[in-house]
């Protein structure tokens, strides 16, 4: 049974998510409706993007994900509904889809027949349609070409020497997620020392996870723990950069004590 997943700007502190699960569950029976997140920055794509993409292929295949984020309807944007790797896409044509799957190019794209005043109820509306099974060449119209954005991809130097990198996502904890992925880096490296630059500050070796940042063979009054800067390739497998145990309310985490930002400059030089 496939799953509708949410994921808007619309925050904790309106009515519009509340209003989207109401309208599903009175046209659907017992629909199971997952939240991603609604925390997204207003417009972010490329946060929405990378969010997504962490988290849809976990989901049953030809689930339905709703992205609320610029999800407007206006003479040169339409809402759509794309079937990509194996998921629908509700959405506007913003170039969100671009910025999540490069790779893929989706295998059915429909410009939504708007029949509400609501950007929102039209949305629930195409979700609802697939989720019964519907065909969506019903609910729209077939469109050729979606709008594409260019992705914020780490560049390799014509040198071979450096990783251009950027910021693509400051999470909860304050730590900062690089666009710079583990097979990038592996094949960039080639098993050389390197250096990681993050404005003022520099990382000589990547760990796996946190836990391995962390020597517990030594006696916990004697090693560095709580507030250690660290370099890892996290769960999705980008390269972060972390404060073990970092509370951006108590103390700081990476990103306010670095001071980086969405889109820094994160670079590595190799060593010939």
């Given at each position: 049974m496939p799953f509708i997943s949410l994921t808007t700007d619309y925050g904790l502190n309106s009515g519009y998510v509340a209003q989207i699960k109401n309208e599903l569950n009175k046209s659907l029976s017992l629909p199971v409706i997952i939240d991603i997140s609604h925390l997204i920055e207003p417009f972010n794509l490329l946060?929405?993007?990378?969010?997504v993409r962490t988290t849809y292929k976990n989901f049953p295949e030809n689930s339905i994900h709703f992205i609320g984020v610029d999800f407007n309807q206006n003479p040169e944007q339409d809402i759509?509904?794309?079937?990509?790797n194996k998921h629908y896409f509700v959405c506007a044509d913003n170039g969100f889809l671009s910025l999540l799957e490069p790779k893929f190019t989706p295998n059915k794209i429909v410009k939504l027949n708007l029949?509400?005043?609501?950007?929102?109820?039209?949305?629930?509306?195409?979700?609802?349609?697939?989720y019964r099974g519907g065909n969506v060449n019903l609910i729209g119209t077939k469109k050729e070409n979606l709008k594409q954005l260019k992705p914020h991809r780490a560049q390799f130097s014509e040198d071979n020497t450096l990783i251009n990198g950027h910021v693509i996502h400051i999470d909860r904890y304050g730590n900062i997620i690089t666009n710079i992925t583990k097979d990038f880096f592996q094949e960039c490296c080639r098993n050389r020392t390197f250096t990681i630059y993050a404005r003022n500050h520099s990382f000589n070796e990547v760990y796996q996870n946190y836990h391995?940042?962390?020597k517990?063979?030594?006696?916990?009054?004697?090693?560095?723990?709580d507030g250690k800067k660290l370099a890892l390739f996290n769960e999705e497998g980008f390269l972060e950069i972390a404060i073990y145990k970092g509370n951006p309310n108590f103390g700081g985490g990476a990103s306010s004590l670095f001071g980086i930002h969405?889109?820094?400059?994160?670079r590595v030089k190799f060593n010939n």
């Open positions: 946060q929405a993007a990378y969010i759509i509904v794309t079937h990509v029949t509400h005043q609501s950007n929102i109820l039209n949305g629930v509306q195409a979700i609802a349609h697939i391995d940042a962390i517990f063979n030594i006696k916990k009054e004697l090693r560095e723990e969405f889109l820094d400059p994160i």
